[in-house]
């Protein structure tokens, strides 16, 4: 009973975060909404103020019929920005898209189990903040440098022709751990592969994987679920 009412209390909470997102990341209005979910306005506006809750029943249908009108993907077609020399990729940092990003890895992976979520600094750090606070797990973050005075895994790789290692302390990946990694973006699939690497020398087990955005054709085929939110 108890874990059924947190389930419903999560439903109700991620249809309010997904009104939120969708009104602040793609300028949705209180008329566009009521129009897709058959609800009045001004409901709509007391479940984004928070004065009052969807019924469990009624959160679902909310998160259904957003999840298909206003998938996470086009939020990021909308936002994501590509430059000769740059990627903007701004919008990862927002509250509203951690929301989006959440729910998403929810209906992704619905049943598996997570002890530690694994991601690269720096840029991937946000992302995989969100992912292991809808996990409830301790985030570990692979750095460039070594931590002085532990010991530490490592993994080396090249990239753009030159040799960069990464570095977690061995007492953050233990032995069996069930880890999830999480990337930003994929142009070759080296930094997971790094990740996934640094699991296997801890003796952990990679469970699966979120990529936000990958190149187009990018072949990641690594012996465990990799899930692309978004190809360019």
Same mark, same amino acid.
């Given at each position: 009973?108890?874990?059924?009412?947190?389930?419903? &209390?999560?439903?109700?909470?991620?249809?309010?975060?997904?009104?939120?997102?969708?009104?602040?990341?793609?300028?949705?209005?209180?008329?566009?909404? *009521?129009?897709?979910?058959?609800?009045?306005? *001004? /409901?709509?506006?007391?479940?984004?103020?928070?004065?009052?809750?969807?019924?469990?029943?009624?959160?679902?249908?909310?998160?259904?019929?957003?999840?298909?009108?206003?998938?996470?993907?086009? /939020?990021?077609?909308?936002?994501?920005?590509?430059?000769?020399?740059? &990627? $903007?990729?701004?919008? &990862?940092?927002?509250? $509203?898209?951690?929301?989006?990003?959440?729910?998403?890895?929810?209906?992704?992976?619905? $049943?598996?189990?997570?002890?530690?979520?694994?991601?690269?600094?720096?840029?991937?750090?946000?992302?995989?903040?969100?992912?292991?606070?809808?996990?409830?797990?301790?985030?570990?973050?692979?750095?460039?440098?070594?931590?002085?005075?532990?010991?530490?895994?490592?993994?080396?790789?090249?990239?753009?022709?030159?040799?960069?290692?990464?570095?977690?302390?061995?007492?953050?990946?233990?032995?069996? $751990?069930?880890?999830?990694? /999480?990337?930003?973006?994929?142009?070759?699939?080296?930094?997971?592969?790094?990740?996934?690497?640094?699991?296997?020398?801890?003796?952990?087990?990679?469970?699966?994987?979120? &990529?936000?955005?990958?190149? *187009?054709?990018?072949?990641?085929?690594?012996?465990?679920?990799?899930?692309?939110?978004?190809?360019?």
């Amino acid at each position: 009973m108890y874990v059924k009412r947190i389930e419903g &209390v999560r439903t109700q909470l991620d249809a309010v975060g997904y009104l939120k997102s969708v009104k602040g990341l793609l300028g949705v209005t209180y008329r566009e909404l *009521s129009a897709v979910l058959d609800i009045p306005e *001004s /409901v709509l506006s007391r479940y984004v103020t928070g004065d009052m809750l969807p019924s469990v029943e009624t959160a679902g249908e909310i998160l259904a019929r957003l999840r298909e009108r206003y998938p996470i993907t086009e /939020v990021v077609r909308a936002r994501f920005r590509m430059y000769d020399t740059y &990627v $903007d990729m701004s919008f &990862v940092n927002t509250p $509203d898209f951690w929301r989006l990003y959440e729910i998403y890895l929810t209906w992704r992976f619905p $049943d598996v189990e997570v002890d530690v979520v694994l991601t690269a600094a720096a840029d991937g750090i946000p992302l995989a903040v969100a992912a292991a606070s809808r996990f409830e797990a301790p985030l570990v973050v692979a750095k460039t440098y070594r931590e002085p005075g532990v010991e530490n895994y490592e993994y080396t790789y090249l990239r753009e022709g030159r040799p960069v290692t990464l570095y977690v302390p061995a007492a953050q990946l233990r032995r069996g $751990d069930a880890v999830f990694i /999480v990337d930003d973006i994929a142009r070759t699939g080296k930094t997971l592969r790094a990740l996934a690497g640094l699991a296997a020398k801890a003796g952990a087990r990679v469970v699966g994987a979120s &990529v936000l955005v990958a190149r *187009s054709g990018l072949n990641i085929d690594l012996g465990f679920p990799v899930d692309v939110l978004y190809t360019y």
